[in-house]
């Protein structure tokens, strides 16, 4: 690419086809939404989310996007939250155990 082309994008903000073609295809595709998403800044929002107490290519492997992975997790966290109050491992919330049931 020329320095005039470099300039002119810079100055106009104008990005060349073949390079928002090329990010586009080196990302990934979330299996859950369709959207694209960049696996690295997904990785990075999961682990950030969970405290690095859960690891997003062990559980996803960049198959789903952040928000899709942090819902999923939540969600099954949740789940397994209610299920022990239903067996008494925790403190019974009803409401809690209504809405993750």
Do not use: W
Not at 4 to 12: A, F, Q, R, Y
């Amino acid at each position: 690419m020329s320095l005039k082309k470099i300039i002119e994008i810079v100055i106009n903000g104008v990005i060349p086809r073949q390079l928002t073609e090329s990010k586009v295809a080196n990302m990934a595709k979330c299996d859950e939404c369709g959207k694209r998403f960049n696996v690295s800044d997904a990785r990075s929002d999961y682990n950030d989310e969970f405290d690095g107490e859960l690891n997003y290519d062990e559980e996803y492997g960049g198959q789903l996007c952040a928000d899709c992975a942090i819902s999923d997790t939540s969600s099954n966290i949740n789940l397994g939250r209610a299920i022990d109050m239903m067996n008494g491992d925790e403190d019974y919330d009803d409401d809690f155990v209504r809405e993750h049931l």
